[in-house]
Structure formats: structure tokens, C-alpha cells
T-cell receptor, first 113, second 111 residues
Framework: AQKVTQAQTEISVVEKEDVTLDCVYE???????LFWYKQPPSGELVFLIR??????QNEISGRYSWNFQKSTSSFNFTITASQVVDSAVYFC??????????FGTGTRLKVLA | DAGITQSPRHKVTETGTPVTLRCHQT?????MYWYRQDPGHGLRLIHY???????DKGEVSDGYSVSRSKTEDFLLTLESATSSQTSVYFC??????????FGPGTRLTVL
């Protein structure tokens, strides 16, 4: 079965707190890609990061970092020193060697001032 | 910006009427997708296309048909709209190594 689970439906934090969004995936394919997308209140879907299954290096981009662990089938997303502008719904997605994306149900992040 | 537009952006229609949504891209991308987004379900694939006249079903294709007669346009048709098809519809393309980029969305309300 191919599946993406984002168990956290909604998270609320106070500005400047760190927050981690969890993503757990299932696939039998050895080659696959993982993605994170952001959907701010305005509604557009914004690509954040792509990671392939052969690259387990963690990545940092400014206040954003991603932790990919094949051993636990997880691809977690951490925002350091959160800001109100980070408030959005975040989607994790899996592409298991086909061109069909499998999305999680999303995590709504609310950052309170 | 991957040059994707969707039309209309908003539509209200009545149950039983046909509806066609258009996705237009300007950069000759081979793969195009239609998704629907509903609360609690995330994004669900309706249909996708891997070339002109080449399409395949996604997980929620019942009640929807698609056509792609030229590279730049991917049409989604609801033959007879139902209230359960009230949703936000997103078109997407593949650009660079499996990466999807999305259009701005179409909000469809079926009364």
C-alpha cells in the first residue's frame, strides 16, 4: 500500500516557538520522492522541498529544516522561531516511482502573535 | 510560476448541469493533473494526462471526464454536477524531476 500519514490535524504555537510537522509514509518502492507543500490562507499551493529516496541528508533553508529517515519512513518538517506568516496548511506528498502523487491530509499550523 | 492558469476561478451551478473547467499552461509540460481539495481529505487525484489524448484515472474519477486535445489545455468535465462535487479544484503540471506546480484553483459550488 502507498500511503502518507500526517497525524497532526492542527497545531497551534506562539510566535518564536519551534514546531515540527510529522509525515510518515508507506511504500514498497525503493525509488521514490517526497515533497512538502504549503497552502497559506490565500489558497495557493506552494512547493517547498523535494527529496529522493537515495538522499537522506537533512536540509536546511533559513528557518525551515527537513529530517528524512528511511529507517522510520518519516520526512518531518521543522520551522524554527515560527512567525505569523508561517500560518498555513502544510501537505506532505509521496511519489512512488510513478507520476501519481499521494498526498497526506495536511496539518494546519496556527502561529499566534 | 509555472505558467498555469485555471478558468473559471469561481463557479456556481445547479445540480444536473454540465460543467467544464479548463487548465491552461504555456510551457509545454507533458504531465497535467486535476485534483479536488476537500476538508479532511487533502488533495485527491481525479485524472491526469501524460500527453495529448493520453489520460488515466485517479482515485476519485467517478462522475468526471477529461480531455486533452492539445498540449496546453487539460479540460475537466462534470457531465451532470452533483452537490458532492462542490469543492476546490486544482490543476497541476510536472516541472523538473517529478515536482508538481499548481494552478490557482477553481472554487465550484453545486446547488
Amino acid at each position: 500500500a502507498q500511503k502518507v500519514t500526517q497525524a497532526q490535524t492542527e497545531i497551534s504555537v506562539v510566535e518564536k516557538e519551534d514546531v515540527t510537522l510529522d509525515c510518515v509514509y508507506e511504500t514498497r518502492d525503493t525509488t521514490y520522492y517526497l515533497f512538502w507543500y504549503k497552502q497559506p490562507p490565500s489558497g495557493e499551493l506552494v512547493f517547498l522541498i523535494r527529496r529522493n529516496s537515495f538522499d537522506e541528508q537533512n536540509e536546511i533553508s533559513g528557518r525551515y529544516s527537513w529530517n528524512f529517515q528511511k529507517s522510520t519512513s518519516s520526512f518531518n518538517f521543522t520551522i524554527t522561531a515560527s512567525q505569523v506568516v508561517d500560518s498555513a496548511v502544510y501537505f506532505c506528498a509521496l511519489v512512488p516511482g510513478t507520476y501519481k502523487y499521494i498526498f497526506g491530509t495536511g496539518t494546519r499550523l496556527k502561529v499566534l502573535a | 510560476d509555472a505558467g498555469i492558469t485555471q478558468s473559471p476561478r469561481h463557479k456556481v451551478t445547479e445540480t444536473g448541469t454540465p460543467v467544464t473547467l479548463r487548465c491552461h499552461q504555456t510551457e509545454n509540460h507533458r504531465y497535467m493533473y486535476w485534483y479536488r481539495q476537500d476538508p479532511g481529505h487533502g488533495l485527491r487525484l481525479i485524472h491526469y494526462s501524460y500527453g495529448v489524448k493520453d489520460t488515466d484515472k485517479g482515485e476519485v474519477s467517478d462522475g468526471y471526464s477529461v480531455s486533452r486535445s492539445k498540449t496546453e489545455d487539460f479540460l475537466l468535465t462534470l457531465e451532470s454536477a452533483t452537490s458532492s462535487q462542490t469543492s476546490v479544484y486544482f490543476c497541476a503540471i510536472i516541472h523538473r524531476v517529478y515536482t508538481q506546480y499548481f494552478g490557482p484553483g477553481t472554487r465550484l459550488t453545486v446547488l
